[in-house]
């Protein structure tokens, strides 16, 4: 705990940075475990003295020594799926395997976590909705359509590197807070994630079922019909990144002629 009125000590600077990255759980982040900590993390020379005080200056060289240390560090990363599907998670969510969720052990609940696949430079942009995994040497698990993204499925595990980008409703305060999908096409076939009805110009939006079904056509805003009559299979997806602000139609069917539209708001707002 800070005062105004007190100097900062050097040990008090490291436990509050410590804690804010969440570098472990709340309880392995104690005074009494800020050597340990320290040695994951060498921020300051070994013979530092803890209890003397410090600056404004070094209080933020030790930060940006922490956040590159924390943005290269590589993680092992699996994935949840049918298992879980439909319970409840940590923070009272149902977790749905179609969604893009992960769950770690610290991150703060609806933490937004750039998770990226070392192997084949593929990322994915994960909302932290559960708590775990509880397994010696993982550190996140995604669910199963997030570990999709970037790696396939009879990988199981994968090493990925993180990069926190904030609070869900801070970094996505340009579009609605609660994102909704229009997942369904016909009554027996459904988007793993589907189209939301607000979305970021020139982010990849990507469709997906376990049927196939055709994307027919996309009108933009401005009128412009793309025909497009692509067939996507099971284990195929389809991707479009939209160039231009306003509402867009998307016509999607199964393979029997069945249509459905699905509108989509694009604004201009840029995420990291």
Not at 218 to 238: A, M, S, T
Request: net charge negative; hydrophobic share 35%; aromatic share 10%.
């Amino acid at each position: 705990m800070f005062y105004p009125d007190e100097p900062l000590l050097m040990k008090h600077a490291l436990l509050w940075l410590f804690r804010t990255r969440n570098i472990r759980e709340l309880p392995d982040m104690q005074p009494e475990t800020l050597a340990s900590m320290i040695s994951d993390y060498p921020i300051v020379e070994e013979d530092r003295d803890l209890t003397g005080r410090t600056n404004k200056q070094e209080l933020l060289t030790m930060m940006r020594k922490l956040d590159q240390m924390l943005v290269k560090e590589v993680h092992e990363v699996s994935f949840y799926a049918d298992d879980f599907h439909g319970r409840g998670t940590a923070f009272g969510e149902t977790f749905d395997m179609n969604d893009i969720t992960a769950a770690h052990r610290s991150f703060p609940h609806d933490t937004l976590v750039k998770v990226t696949n070392v192997d084949n430079d593929k990322s994915v942009i994960v909302r932290i909705n559960d708590r775990g995994p509880y397994v010696h040497g993982r550190d996140m698990d995604l669910s199963k359509a997030s570990f999709l993204e970037i790696a396939p499925q009879g990988q199981g595990v994968l090493r990925a590197t993180f990069e926190r980008l904030g609070n869900v409703e801070m970094v996505t305060s340009c579009e609605q807070r609660q994102q909704v999908f229009q997942k369904r096409i016909t009554r027996d076939i459904r988007f793993f994630r589907g189209v939301p009805h607000t979305f970021t110009i020139g982010n990849p939006l990507v469709l997906q079922s376990t049927k196939p079904f055709v994307v027919q056509s996309i009108v933009f805003p401005d009128g412009q019909n793309l025909r497009i009559q692509d067939f996507v299979n099971p284990k195929e997806k389809y991707q479009f990144s939209p160039d231009m602000t306003g509402r867009y139609s998307i016509f999607v069917g199964d393979t029997l002629g069945h249509i459905r539209e699905m509108r989509m708001n694009v604004s201009s707002c840029v995420l990291p």
